[in-house]
C-alpha cells in the first residue's frame, strides 16, 4: 500500500511538473512574441527630432508608449517636396506580431503613394483596396492622412475611420476639427475615400492621437474622453510642440495611475510658424 501511495503521488508530482513546464514554455512563447511584434513596431517609427532642421515653417514631433499588449499604433511623417509634408497616424485592431506585420504593411503603403505625390484620398484608396485583396486576416486599421502645404498653413486630408484631430489656435483656444469619419481600411473594397481640408495659421498647432488617449480609464471606469483632452490642449499654447505631446501623455498616465492600460498610447502633433 505504502509502494502504491508513493508511486501514484510520484506519478501526480510528474504530471504537475509535466504541466508547469508547458506553461512556462507557453509564457516564453508568449514573451517572445511579445518582444518580437515590440521590435517591429518600434523599428519603423520616426525616432530623430528635429527631423528636418533646416526647415524653420514647423516643429513636429511624436511618440508612441506601448501597452503590455503590443497593438498596432503607428505614425509617420515624410517631405514629398519642398512645400508639403506629409502626417500620418493609425491604429490596427488586432495585438502582437499579425498586428505590428498589418501595421507595418498599412504605414509602408500610405508613406509609397504618398511620396509619389499622390493625394491623401487617392492613397487610402489605394492602399484600401490592396489591404482588402491581399490580407486574410480579419484586420483593419484606421488612418489619418494629411498633407500640409508650409507655404500655406492648408492641410488637406483623408479619413480613414480615425479619431478626430484637435486644432490648437494661436491664441489658446483648441477644438476637435470638423473630419468625416470615413470607413475604417481593410474591411471593404472600391470603397472611394473623400477628401477635404482645414487652414492652419501661423502659431497654430494640430495634434493627432490614437484611442488609447481618449479610452485610457482610471480606477473609476472613467475614460479620458475626447472633452478631457481638448480641455488640456486649451492650456498649453505656451509650450513647444515636444513638450504638448509630453505633457499630453503624462496627463494620460495620471489620469489612470495604477490601471493598467490595454491600449498603445500615441500622439503626433506639428505646430506652424508660417511661411
Known amino acids: 500500500n505504502d509502494l502504491e501511495v508513493t508511486i501514484k503521488k510520484t506519478i501526480e508530482e510528474v504530471e504537475l511538473l509535466r504541466k508547469a513546464q508547458m506553461e512556462h514554455i507557453k509564457l516564453v512563447s508568449i514573451e517572445r512574441d511579445l518582444n518580437i511584434a515590440r521590435d517591429i513596431q518600434q523599428a519603423i517609427l520616426p525616432k530623430v527630432f528635429p527631423p528636418f532642421p533646416e526647415m524653420k515653417e514647423f516643429e513636429i514631433f511624436g511618440s508612441m508608449t506601448a501597452a503590455k499588449e503590443v497593438g498596432g499604433d503607428f505614425f509617420d511623417f515624410f517631405l514629398i517636396d519642398k512645400d508639403r509634408l506629409g502626417l ?145 490642449l486649451e492650456n498649453v499654447n505656451e509650450k513647444n510642440i515636444t513638450d504638448i505631446v509630453k505633457s499630453v501623455v503624462e496627463d494620460v498616465n495620471n489620469f489612470s495611475m495604477g490601471v493598467p492600460q490595454s491600449d498603445d498610447i500615441t500622439a503626433l502633433a506639428l505646430r506652424y510658424f508660417g511661411p
Not at 104 to 122: D, H, N, W, Y
Request: glycine share 10%; net charge negative; hydrophobic share 40%.
Open 88 to 232: 500620418v497616424i493609425g491604429d490596427v485592431s488586432g495585438k502582437g506580431i499579425p498586428a505590428a506585420i498589418f501595421m507595418a504593411v498599412s504605414r509602408t503603403l500610405i508613406r509609397a503613394t504618398g511620396l509619389k505625390g499622390m493625394q491623401p484620398a487617392e492613397c487610402l484608396t489605394y492602399a484600401n483596396n490592396l489591404l482588402c485583396n491581399e490580407s486574410t486576416s480579419s484586420m483593419f486599421v484606421t488612418v489619418f492622412y494629411g498633407i500640409i502645404n508650409v507655404k500655406t498653413g492648408v492641410v488637406d486630408f483623408s479619413n480613414g475611420g480615425h479619431n478626430q484631430p484637435v486644432i490648437i489656435k494661436n491664441n489658446g483656444s483648441a477644438a476637435l476639427a470638423e473630419v468625416p469619419s470615413g470607413l475604417v481600411l481593410g474591411i471593404a473594397d472600391d470603397v472611394t475615400y473623400s477628401q477635404d481640408k482645414f487652414q492652419l495659421e501661423p502659431g497654430d498647432a494640430v495634434f493627432l492621437y490614437t484611442d488609447g488617449i481618449t479610452e485610457a480609464f482610471n480606477e473609476s471606469d472613467e475614460l479620458y474622453s475626447e472633452e478631457r483632452l481638448v480641455k488640456f
